[in-house]
């Protein structure tokens, strides 16, 4: 069965730098898009990147741009986010998920979400 | 960039009432809009895909209709375990977005 295991939670002082992994199993990692989505505490959900299952194309939020990097190694079918210049308005539980398609599409499968809190 | 925009923010209901959630977008997306399940402290659960399409697994009280910039998610007859927050997410353009949330309250 599909599945996508998050790393553990990360307490981070502002300024430093986080890296969320993302292993799936179940399926091929390159035959299906993977959206990162971050979620504050008591907020809606906020769009953070996506890489295609082709590995060719990879897409940041416009808010974040410059300070994240989305990264696969497909040898252990893991993503990663980086996350750097860290402050406490990145403080959020961190997902990723599986698109529909090897584009984008619905996201039919999610990770269990990485907690980042950002503090001094 | 594609605002969606959800309503009502939260709806308090008794079990076997029928709930409405809407979700409007700001610009045409066809039928690429999705709607998600969360209940505390879990990730977010697809509930139904492109718009009217159901998921394997779903209750078949959840069900989806609109097309263009309207979307409605209706749930029929609701039971106590759809107590939870839910989402529209639109996947027409990127940035994909995702409307602010509805809180169901049973």
């Known amino acids: 069965q599909v599945q996508l295991v998050q790393s553990g939670a990360e307490v981070k002082k502002p300024g430093a730098s986080v890296r969320v992994s993302c292993r799936a199993s179940g399926y091929t990692l390159t035959d299906f898009g993977l959206h990162w989505v971050r979620q504050a505490p008591g907020q809606s959900l906020e769009w953070v990147g996506w890489?295609?299952?082709?590995?060719?194309?990879?897409k940041y939020s416009e808010s974040l741009r410059g300070r994240v990097t989305l990264s696969r190694d497909t040898s252990a079918s893991t993503d990663y986010l980086e996350l750097s210049s860290l402050t406490s308005e990145d403080t959020a539980v961190y997902y990723c998920?599986?698109?529909?398609?090897?584009?984008?599409?619905?996201?039919?499968?999610w990770g269990q979400g990485t907690l980042v809190t950002v503090s001094s | 960039e594609v605002v969606l925009t959800q309503s009502p923010d939260f709806q308090s209901v008794t079990p076997k009432e029928k709930v409405t959630i809407t979700c409007r977008a700001s610009q045409n997306i066809g039928t690429a809009l999705h709607w998600y399940q969360q209940k505390p402290d879990q990730s977010p659960k697809l509930l139904i895909k492109?718009?009217?399409q159901s998921i394997s697994g779903v209750p078949s009280r959840f069900s989806g209709s609109g097309f263009g910039t309207d979307f409605t998610l209706t749930i029929n007859s609701l039971e106590a375990e759809d107590a939870a927050a839910y989402y529209c997410h639109q996947s027409s353009h990127l940035p994909i977005t995702f409307g602010g949330g509805t809180k169901v309250e049973i």
């Open positions: 890489i295609n299952g082709g590995n060719d194309n990879i």
């Open positions: 998920a599986r698109a529909s398609t090897v584009t984008t599409g619905s996201l039919d499968f």
């Open positions: 492109f718009a009217s």
